[in-house]
């Protein structure tokens, strides 16, 4: 068996991408029906049309910094690199 070799991932970055969705989902459909709901109910003129873009900015922030995180997690940082070979003095 060759210790340079990386090993197979471990079964724990599909749960934390899965526990990670399981949180995101719903928050994006969340924000999505909170959207809808305020841009029929809410009049886009003067500053409650400002208010309402600012809202629109941040909840797509909010929806894309989650679903980053999402991805981010269920990424392969469980493999660790080769170690370096040290030179015999």
Known sequence: MDPNTTAAPRGSRW????YAAGL????????LWALLVL????????LVGQAVVLVLVGSVAAVWAG????WR???????QPAPK????T
């Open 85 to 88: 070979t040290r030179i015999p």
């Open 15 to 18: 749960r934390r991408g899965v």
């Open 39 to 46: 841009l029929r109910l809410a009049p886009l003129d003067g």
């Open 24 to 31: 995101v989902i719903p928050f994006t459909a969340s924000q």
């Open 67 to 70: 679903w980053r995180w999402t």
């Open 73 to 79: 997690l269920g990424k392969d940082k469980d493999l």
